[in-house]
């Protein structure tokens, strides 16, 4: 079984951040199942070997050109994400393994991460088409007013993908937003997965994100790029959660101050954010009472 960690980039800015995330990989121990990585250039940008070398220190690495010349947000990460899957479908032979598509925020915290997740791939039944961060319907409430659906729900594009994912999706499912879109069809075919270990974090709850026993890559989901990575590279990998866990008293006072702010006072994407996370977190509690 084979894994590749697809490193998409567009700029030297994503150059630079990938580099500081490589030098944490280089550190960690060897990981227990075969990878490699698939450095995949915007068709604006030249082929890094600055990221080349640092990644080789690490795995087998190679260069990938995209071909498709669509440029903006978010058309143009999309179809560097189609050119990958297309890539990757025809080129390799994952034996059951994965590719994760692994943007510029998302940090690995654990030694073993990509170990826990071939594991974790590996146990289902049958193998997905897709596994990662599942992001539930997100409604937008205000005290006067109507109910709006802010988020429709969907597993984040930064997430891992089956060797025939590019072959079973129909072409209806390459038009919009590319993570948007595939979960629908994944789920109608019984293959998308919800992982805990991929999690969206911020730069506030990055250090206590990583510190949990099932987190193994956090995602900066609307954060400044650069100041995640500062909290996230600053985790120790080999840590554990507190003895002592917050007291669901002081949990539910939380959360009843943050429906409160999400009520009155927050507004436009920062609710957004916060809804998504408190949403999240109530679908983790249900988990764990089942």
Not at 115 to 120: C, G, I, M, V, Y
Request: hydrophobic share 40%; aromatic share 12%.
């Amino acid at each position: 079984m084979k894994n590749v960690i697809i490193v998409p980039y567009f700029s030297e800015e994503e150059v630079d951040r990938y580099l500081r995330i490589a030098k944490r990989l280089e550190a960690f121990r060897e990981q227990s199942v075969a990878y490699e990585f698939l450095l995949a250039a915007s068709p604006r940008i030249q082929p890094s070997e600055r990221l080349f070398y640092a990644f080789s220190q690490i795995a087998p690495c190679k260069h990938f050109q995209c071909p498709t010349k669509i440029f903006g947000y978010p058309q143009g990460p999309t179809a560097m994400f189609w050119d990958c899957m297309d890539h990757v479908h025809e080129t390799y032979d994952l034996e059951g393994g994965f590719s994760l598509w692994m943007e510029s925020d998302m940090v690995p915290v654990k030694r073993d991460w990509i170990s826990r997740l071939s594991a974790e791939w590996t146990a289902h039944d049958r193998v997905p088409l897709l596994m990662g961060c599942y992001v539930p319907d997100v409604e937008k409430h205000r005290f006067f007013g109507r109910k709006r659906l802010w988020i429709k729900e969907h597993i984040n594009g930064g997430a891992c993908y089956s060797n025939d994912f590019a072959a079973s999706m129909p072409l209806e499912a390459r038009e919009g937003v590319f993570d948007m879109v595939v979960y629908q069809h994944a789920e109608s075919l019984g293959r998308a997965s919800r992982t805990p270990q991929i999690a969206f974090a911020t730069v506030p709850t990055a250090l206590a994100q990583a510190n949990r026993n099932d987190r193994v890559l956090l995602h900066g989901f609307m954060q400044n790029k650069d100041d995640f990575l500062d909290m996230c590279l600053a985790s120790d990998p080999d840590s554990s959660p507190p003895a002592t866990p917050p007291s669901a008293w002081m949990e539910q006072f939380r959360d009843t101050y943050e429906k409160f702010l999400l009520r009155f006072i927050v507004r436009g994407r920062p609710a957004m954010l916060r809804a998504l996370l408190l949403k999240q977190k109530h679908l983790e509690y249900l988990q764990k009472a089942a």
